[in-house]
T-cell receptor, first 107, second 113 residues
Framework: GQQVMQIPQYQHVQEGEDFTTYCNSSTTLSNIQWYKQRPGGHPVFLIQLVKSGEVKKQKRLTFQFGEAKKNSSLHITATQTTDVGTYFCPTPNDMRFGAGTRLTVKP | DTAVSQTPKYLVTQMGNDKSIKCEQNLGHDTMYWYKQDSKKFLKIMFSYNNKELIINETVPNRFSPKSPDKAHLNLHINSLELGDSAVYFC????????????FGPGTRLTVL
């Protein structure tokens, strides 16, 4: 089945630093979704990207979908402690979430 | 109003027992899912039902049996519980099949002793 690799698996940053996580696929994706799971919580939908080269922003979060629709990134500017959690980009056809990227932020 | 609810929130049981987790969604969605998240946060899909029909059935031991009495409910029954079944189980729902936004329940933390 379709596979999306997400890197890095872990990222620890100082509050105020930027953070980026990447999702890469060997095949073209119909779309890409991003979810965030806070510690002790459940995954929550953040956004869906559909178009080639699409860029969407949510406050300090910037989501990009590659031109070839094979990769995507989530960039957080000036991280805050509220950004702590695990970020997932599941495969669109069968919703395989994997391990995601776990972000920790040092105040 | 809770969109996707699960009961119980916590479940502690002995090896070999049989237990069930219930899930209900009031969003009018036609697709529901069960996920398992291990201690390393790996979130793995187990089952997916669309209009009460099984559409995704990952490699899961047949001790796990989902049951969907109607579109709003998807229950998970586990027979002969093993230590390795300890995890957090999430129910989710979406409108339509994969590719649409999923709404997750709060999770059920299962501990097998």
């Amino acid at each position: 089945g379709q596979q999306v690799m997400q890197i890095p698996q872990y990222q620890h940053v100082q509050e105020g630093e930027d953070f980026t996580t990447y999702c890469n696929s060997s095949t073209t994706l119909s779309n890409i979704q991003w979810y965030k799971q806070r510690p002790g919580g459940h995954p929550v939908f953040l956004i869906q990207l559909v178009k080639s080269g699409e860029v969407k922003k949510q406050k300090r979060l910037t989501f990009q979908f590659g031109e070839a629709k094979k990769n995507s990134s989530l960039h957080i500017t000036a991280t805050q402690t509220t950004d702590v959690g695990t970020y997932f980009c599941p495969t669109p056809n069968d919703m395989r979430f994997g391990a995601g990227t776990r972000l920790t932020v040092k105040p | 109003d809770t969109a996707v609810s699960q009961t119980p929130k916590y479940l502690v049981t002995q090896m070999g027992n049989d237990k069930s987790i219930k899930c209900e969604q009031n969003l009018g969605h036609d697709t529901m899912y069960w996920y398992k998240q291990d201690s390393k946060k790996f979130l793995k899909i187990m089952f997916s039902y669309n209009n009460k029909e099984l559409i995704i059935n990952e490699t899961v031991p047949n001790r796990f049996s989902p049951k969907s009495p109607d579109k709003a409910h998807l229950n998970l029954h586990i027979n002969s519980l093993e230590l390795g079944d300890s995890a957090v189980y999430f129910c989710a729902s979406s409108q339509g099949t994969a590719g649409n936004e999923q709404f997750f329940g709060p999770g059920t933390r299962l501990t097998v002793l």
